[in-house]
């Protein structure tokens, strides 16, 4: 005695009645990005104490390289 297709039709049915598509739409949206949010924080929460700014001296080295490179190209145009 599972739920069938037809009631799971016509509870949809009723909370789309009751809140509209505008405002399911938002709720699916905050949803998602809290979502996003906690994975964010539980995968910072897994590194290490030292990986943080280990990551942060490499993007920072990867943006100096690639603001000299771009330097570079245009003292030899």
Same mark, same amino acid.
């Given at each position: 005695?599972?739920?069938?297709?037809?009631?799971?039709?016509?509870?949809?049915?009723?909370?789309?009645?009751?809140?509209?598509?505008?405002?399911?739409?938002?709720?699916?949206?905050?949803? !998602?990005? @809290?979502?996003?949010?906690?994975?964010?924080?539980?995968?910072?929460?897994?590194?290490? @104490? !030292?990986?943080?700014?280990?990551?942060?001296?490499?993007? @920072?080295?990867?943006?100096? @390289?690639?603001?000299?490179?771009?330097?570079?190209?245009?003292?030899?145009?």
């Amino acid at each position: 005695m599972g739920i069938s297709i037809w009631q799971l039709l016509i509870v949809l049915g009723i909370v789309i009645l009751l809140f509209g598509t505008k405002k399911l739409r938002n709720i699916g949206t905050d949803l !998602g990005g @809290a979502i996003r949010g906690f994975k964010k924080s539980m995968n910072e929460d897994d590194k290490p @104490a !030292g990986q943080d700014s280990l990551e942060n001296e490499d993007q @920072a080295q990867n943006q100096q @390289a690639t603001a000299d490179d771009k330097q570079r190209d245009k003292s030899h145009s």
